[in-house]
């Protein structure tokens, strides 16, 4: 699969996210979200932060898988979310 970066602009909380991409005439919405996960929620805050990010995203919607996890701050960590339909889509072609 090739990538194309695409700047998206920053909004504070959720982000959801649709891309609509013609590939060879053959239009296909692709779907994101952005959610931040903040480390106060942390089962163990004073614990290691990989395994808070894993125990939060343990209990996340299972129609979306991770796509990517950004840059850590001191409150939060943003990770972004592509849904399963548009994964097998991008995976297939």
Not at 47 to 59: F, N, P, T, V
Request: glycine content about 4%; overall charge negative; proline content about 8%.
């Amino acid at each position: 699969m090739s990538h194309i970066a695409i700047p998206i602009p920053t909004f504070p909380g959720k982000q959801d996210i649709e891309i609509q991409v013609i590939i060879n005439n053959e239009v296909k919405s692709l779907h994101y979200k952005v959610e931040l996960f903040y480390w106060d929620d942390c089962a163990n805050p004073k614990g290691h932060r990989a395994d808070c990010i894993s125990d939060m995203l343990a209990h996340h919607d299972p129609n979306w898988t991770v796509y990517y996890i950004g840059a850590p701050t001191d409150k939060f960590v943003p990770i972004t979310f592509v849904s399963k339909e548009s994964k097998k889509w991008m995976q297939v072609h």
